[in-house]
């Protein structure tokens, strides 16, 4: 963790000067289910990528070439919406306890 | 130049809001306000300001818009009283956090219940530890010369101010104000150059955050400091104002004081009733003096204590009460003593609850009482029962 600022270090009133700051944060640490992607039967729909919540999925590629690769799990929240929407259920919900060592 | 006016202290505030030209003015009517609001109505319908007026909802949803505007980059002014104040409490809080410089006319009423539309204090002395600075008025001249430091004071520190007059009594009643040559007034104003707007892209900036555990605590504190240094921030803008209006702008007005054997210690329109009573009495070779507090946050311990050092007998007269405890104005007068280990005599006197009327002869009386060591340590001016 970084090293926390002084009262006279920081701006007033709580204030945040620079932009796009929360990619500093890793937000994925609560959750209690994780979702598993079998990329081999993924047919790059897009859907989950879309409709994910906090744009956790990320990709590669432009246009037609366009892939999505490995959820981020230091953000993804696990609320399942890409599991939900997959047309090829090719993501499930696994417990989230079964990958803490 | 000057042109003097038979206005009421309401228009006063209008007249002071005419001259800043707000760039917001979100507001919902609460008597005995409203008619600030409807004054200011008219400058916004006949084009005498540009300001956006917004009518909206609710007191809440009057400092929310003031605290958006504001963060915005935008000069925002509004006025409230009563449960109109208590209604939009939680974000009085927000203002003050997010170091937002609106500034606010309370025109000081009952809380309720039971429901009353008469004045005493218990509106702004339960917003007082919310970070606002408090201005306290005598007069309605007093209301325009605050309202003009207040919004120059409010920018220069990044703090919100509330501007606060006597319900009815000045609010209501018509006095001679003197207004103040519109350039010249414009000129001490200036221009509101606020360093953190959210319309400025290339500058971006978050407003309010979570703050937990780690800053929470941090950023909350930087405020102690912020207050404390408005004291002197606030005579220098007073000083500049005098250049113009020729009246002084101190922390305390001190009558009589000096070798008086006892001192009422009050705000606000009680101070000029003190005022009658004190010549009255000083005919009669009485030596009596007032002390007036201008601003009670932040509250001026070291000044108030240096002016109260030498009066044996003192009695602070408070228009409401904190109850389970000593009445706020008492309270820190108590404080800034005990710091100089004051050894005289010191009085409360709780009076005008719900605007029950406080006369000279009351005042003359309460002189009277405590120059014969007859005054109780807590007593209730006017009340029919004592507690």
């Known amino acids: 963790m970084a090293k926390l600022k002084s009262a006279k270090e920081i701006p007033i009133g709580g204030l945040i000067d620079e932009a796009g700051s929360s990619s500093k944060f890793k937000t994925g640490d609560w959750k209690s289910f994780r979702p598993i992607t079998d990329l081999s039967k993924c047919i790059q729909c897009m859907q989950c990528v879309c409709l994910c919540p906090d744009d956790c999925i990320p990709t590669e590629g432009k246009g037609n070439d366009i892939k999505r690769k490995e959820t981020d799990f230091s953000v993804c929240k696990g609320c399942g919406i890409c599991a939900n929407v997959c047309p090829v259920k090719c993501i499930k919900m696994e417990e989230e306890a079964k990958f803490i060592k | 130049m000057s042109k003097e006016k038979a206005i009421t202290g ?13 760039d917001v003015v979100p507001a919902f009517p609460i008597t005995p306000q409203t008619a600030i609001m409807q004054s200011f109505a008219t400058y916004v319908s006949n084009g005498v300001v540009g300001t956006e007026m917004i009518r909206v909802e609710s007191e809440h ?16 002014m509004t006025a409230t009283s009563s449960a109109g104040l208590a209604l939009m409490w939680e974000i009085v809080g927000v203002a003050s956090g997010l170091r937002l410089p609106i500034v606010m006319e309370v025109v000081n009423r009952a809380l309720s219940a039971p429901i009353n539309i008469h004045c005493d204090h218990s509106d702004s002395m339960g917003t007082r530890d919310l970070g606002w600075i408090q201005l306290f008025s005598e007069s309605a001249q007093e209301v325009y010369e605050n309202t003009l430091i207040a919004i120059r004071l409010a920018e220069k520190m990044l703090l919100p101010v509330m501007v606060c007059q006597d319900g009815f009594i000045t609010s209501h009643g018509v006095e001679n104000v ?7 007034v414009k000129k001490f104003i200036g221009e509101h150059k606020y360093p953190y707007s959210l319309l400025d892209i290339k500058k971006p900036v978050t407003h309010g955050p979570l703050q937990l555990q780690d800053y929470y605590f941090e950023t909350r504190s930087q405020q102690i400091p912020a207050m404390a240094e408005s004291i ?5 803008i007073g000083e500049e104002l005098r250049k113009i209006t020729g009246n002084e702008h101190p922390l305390l007005d001190k009558i009589n004081i000096d070798g008086a054997d006892a001192v009422i210690v009050t705000m606000n329109s009680t101070a000029g009733t003190t005022k009658t009573a004190i010549e009255r009495m000083s005919k009669e070779g009485k030596k009596v003096g007032l002390l007036k507090l201008r601003m009670f946050r932040p509250f001026p311990y070291k000044e108030v204590a240096e002016a109260l050092k030498d009066v044996k007998k003192i009695a602070v007269l408070d228009r409401s009460v904190s109850f389970g405890a000593n009445p706020p104005l008492y309270s820190e007068v108590k404080n800034a003593l005990f710091d100089i280990k004051y050894d005289g005599k010191l009085h409360s006197c709780v009076f005008g609850l719900g605007g029950r009327n406080i006369f000279i002869e009351d005042i003359e009386k309460t002189f009277n009482d405590l120059l014969d060591g007859k005054l109780e340590k807590h007593s209730y001016i006017g009340l029919r029962q004592c507690p």
Do not use: H, T
Not at chain 2, 61 to 76: F, H, K, P
Not at chain 2, 232 to 236: A, H, P
């Open chain 2, 232 to 236: 002197k921030e606030y005579l220098k």
């Open chain 2, 61 to 76: 949803s009057a400092m929310s818009c003031a605290v958006g505007a504001s963060a915005a980059g935008a000069r925002v």
């Open chain 2, 10 to 22: 309401n228009e006063a505030a209008a007249d002071a809001m005419r001259q800043i030209n707000p």
């Open chain 2, 178 to 184: 003197k207004i103040f040559d519109d350039q010249e």
